[in-house]
């Protein structure tokens, strides 16, 4: 059974970066997709970002393309989301998600992102 654990979050000022990890347990499938989402409080669960494991397929959310990038090091089982120029909007629990090519998801807990100045 694949388990995702995310880190990296924490508080930062407006503009600032920051680099969010999700390290994978278990086997991940070459087609399988690795997702980035979050959900800010009072909001729905928002995509974010999506790379497949071993193909050069990436997608973003219209609200982050440009800001955000998603990368991946198979020799770590890990995947990243790079938030540049980051905004209090910004704010919001982030998750990162499985998607398995033969069907079924796996989400993890999630780490908090907090931008204020």
């Known amino acids: 059974q694949v388990q995702l654990v995310e880190s990296g979050g924490g508080w930062v000022q407006p503009g600032e970066s920051l680099i969010l990890s999700c390290v994978a347990s278990g086997t991940i499938g070459s087609r399988d997709v690795m997702n980035w989402f979050r959900q800010a409080p009072g909001k729905e669960r928002e995509f974010l970002a999506a790379?497949?494991?071993?193909?050069?397929?990436?997608n973003y959310a219209d609200s982050v393309k440009g800001r955000f990038t998603i990368s991946r090091d198979n020799g770590k089982n890990t995947v990243y989301l790079q938030m540049n120029r980051l905004k209090p909007e910004d704010t919001a629990v982030y998750y990162c998600?499985?998607?398995?090519?033969?069907?079924?998801?796996?989400w993890g807990k999630g780490t908090l992102v907090t931008v204020s100045a």
């Open positions: 998600k499985v998607d398995f090519q033969y069907g079924g998801d796996i």
């Open positions: 790379i497949r494991w071993s193909e050069r397929y990436t």
